[in-house]
C-alpha cells in the first residue's frame, strides 16, 4: 500500500510523512493570504485537522497537493469571513529596507482599509493576484472557481479598491 | 461584450493598480519559522478525528428504516422487485 492509500485508511505515521511533506507549501499559501504568520501557522494546523478528518473523501489516485491547497484555501476564506476587523495587511511583512516615511505609512494604512471593506471572496482573489502576483490558473485552482470568474472577480475588486482609495484622497493612476 | 477601448481602460486600471501595490507593499514572507507537527499532534490529542463511520444516527433514520422494514413485512412481495432493481 502506498503512502496516500495508507493516509486514506487513517494511518497515523503516513499522515505525519504528508504533514512534514506539505506543511511548508501549506503554510507559504494561507500567509499569502492571510499575511500574518501566526494566523498562518494556526491555520495551516487547521487545514491538515481538516485534511484529516476527510481523509476516506480523498482519492489517492489524485493530487494530494491540489486537495490540500483547495482545503487550505477554504481554511483562510473561513478566516476572513469570521475576522473580517482582525486580520492586518501589511502588519506581518518583511521590514523592507526602504525609506519609511510618515506619508508611505499613512498610504499602506489606507490600503489595508480599502483590502478590508472588501467582501472576503474578493479579498481573497485581489490578495492573490494583485499583492502575491499569483497567476489566475493558479488562483481557479486553490478555490474551485474557473479562471475566467477569478478575472472577474480581481477586475470586480480593482473597481472597489480604486473607488475606496480614491475617496480616501489616493489616486493609484491616470486610467479611470 | 465590452468595447475594446472600455477593455483596455479596465486593464489599465488593473496595470496601474498593481504597480501602486507594488510600491507601497511587499510580498508575504512565506518562509515557515517552525515545524507544526508538535501542534498538530496536541491538536489530534484533544479533539480526535470522528471515526469513517458514524457513531450517532439521527432519529429520523431510525423511522425511516422502521418504515422500510414495516413495508418489507407488509408487502413482501416487493423484496424481489428491490433484489431486481438492486
Known sequence: ?176 | MKPANQQECDNQAERNLREFLKQNLTRANTELPRDLWPQMLEKLSHQPAPALWPTHVPWFDWALAALAGAALLVFPGIIPALFYHF
Do not use: C
Request: hydrophobic letters at 45%; a positive charge; glycine letters at 4%.
Open chain 1, 1 to 176: 500500500m502506498d503512502l496516500l492509500e495508507r493516509f486514506a485508511s487513517g494511518d497515523l505515521e503516513a499522515f505525519e510523512t504528508l504533514f512534514r511533506q506539505h506543511q511548508r507549501d501549506i503554510y507559504a499559501w494561507i500567509v499569502r493570504i492571510v499575511r500574518d504568520s501566526g494566523i498562518a501557522e494556526d491555520l495551516t494546523v487547521e487545514t491538515f485537522w481538516r485534511i484529516y478528518r476527510s481523509r476516506a473523501r480523498f482519492h489517492p489516485a489524485g493530487s494530494f497537493p491540489a486537495w490540500a491547497r483547495r482545503i487550505a484555501t477554504n481554511a483562510a476564506l473561513d478566516h476572513l469571513r469570521h475576522n473580517r476587523r482582525e486580520t492586518e495587511l501589511p502588519g506581518d511583512l518583511p521590514a523592507a529596507p526602504r525609506p519609511d516615511s510618515a506619508v508611505t505609512r499613512d498610504t499602506r494604512h489606507k490600503i489595508h482599509q480599502a483590502f478590508q471593506q472588501l467582501p472576503p471572496r474578493y479579498r481573497l482573489v485581489a490578495t492573490l493576484a494583485l499583492i502575491e502576483d499569483e497567476p489566475y490558473n493558479e488562483i481557479a485552482a486553490a478555490t474551485g472557481l474557473s479562471a475566467s470568474l477569478v478575472k472577474i472577480r480581481v477586475f470586480r475588486a480593482v473597481r472597489m479598491l480604486r473607488k475606496t482609495l480614491t475617496a480616501m484622497g489616493i489616486t493609484t493612476g491616470a486610467a479611470s
